[in-house]
């Protein structure tokens, strides 16, 4: 397999992995534009599917995270038609390469306790490549590292993400266009509670401050209830309102 890297000088004309629609593809190539500054890199299968990964410095990552010197991995994505054929040894070959060549201390990314789950890296794969487990967060989402240097520190979640909770009661919502999915689940939800009557605050992030220090581990889609985390899965409309009408426990 042969592998596209997308930069600013082709986003434009090239196609996003993780965006089918119009308007998602241009939300989220706008949040690419606008990383590459920081040392964002990503790489998709020359061929059309959902094979890609996007991986930057910890230091530039909208992760609420303690990890000068390491990279830090996106999302690395290989499913459908493309997926057991080794393409994510591929690409994650392509991070560790580039991480080496940097000097850096290691790789990390987010994970979840026992099975995989929705826009998180699988644990099992990750641990079969090396992997550990750096840091945990309360809600069952786990940092995993990858050291490449001997006695190196640890990389760790800011305490706001090490236990996510809100000030407010109600359903909030935090969310960002690194996602191309969440745009539309979050306008959705919206209309939802509008129409529900349900009490929900949106917060949008648009900046790498903001998204460090945030009071959640994940950052692109994260809904609290009456201060409690609940998920970072992209809810339907039915599913929104049975847990916004349920009490948390």
């Known amino acids: 397999?042969?592998?596209?890297?997308?930069?600013n000088?082709?986003?434009?004309?090239?196609?996003?992995?993780?965006?089918?629609?119009?308007?998602?593809?241009?939300?989220?190539?706008?949040?690419l534009k606008q990383r590459f500054v920081d040392g964002l890199v990503y790489y998709r299968s020359e061929q059309r599917g959902?094979?890609?990964i996007e991986y930057m410095p910890a230091e530039k990552a909208w992760i609420p995270?303690?990890?000068?010197?390491?990279?830090y991995i996106n999302c690395l994505w290989v499913a459908g038609p493309l997926k057991g054929k080794g393409y994510s040894n591929d690409l994650l070959n392509k991070c560790l390469d580039d991480a080496k060549k940097?000097?850096?201390?290691?790789?990390?990314?987010?994970?979840s306790e026992g099975r995989k789950q929705q826009f998180l890296s699988d644990p099992k794969y990750m641990a079969y490549k090396g992997f550990m487990v750096a840091d945990s967060s309360d809600c069952g989402i786990n940092l995993l590292y990858l050291p490449l240097k001997a006695g190196t520190s640890l990389p760790k979640f800011?305490?706001?993400?090490?236990?996510?909770?809100?000030?407010?009661?109600?359903?909030?919502?935090?969310?960002?266009?690194?996602c191309p999915f969440a745009y539309y689940w979050a306008?959705?939800?919206?209309?939802?509670?509008?129409?529900?009557?349900?009490?929900?605050?949106?917060?949008?992030?648009?900046?790498?401050?903001?998204?460090?220090?945030?009071?959640?581990p994940v950052t692109n889609y994260a809904l609290f209830k009456d201060s409690k985390f609940l998920t970072h899965i992209m809810l339907s409309e039915k599913k929104f309102l049975s847990l916004s009408n349920t009490d948390f426990y």
């Open 158 to 178: 800011k305490e706001c993400a090490k236990h996510p909770k809100v000030e407010e009661d109600g359903m909030v919502l935090y969310y960002s266009d690194q």
């Open 187 to 216: 306008n959705r939800i919206k209309e939802i509670a509008i129409e529900n009557n349900v009490q929900l605050k949106i917060v949008h992030i648009t900046n790498t401050e903001e998204a460090q220090n945030v009071p959640t």
């Open 9 to 31: 000088d082709n986003i434009d004309k090239e196609h996003i992995c993780c965006a089918s629609s119009e308007n998602k593809a241009h939300l989220k190539k706008e949040w």
């Open 50 to 52: 959902e094979c890609f």
């Open 102 to 111: 940097q000097n850096k201390k290691g790789i990390c990314i987010l994970s």
């Open 1 to 7: 397999m042969n592998y596209v890297m997308i930069t």
């Open 65 to 71: 995270l303690e990890a000068d010197g390491y990279m």
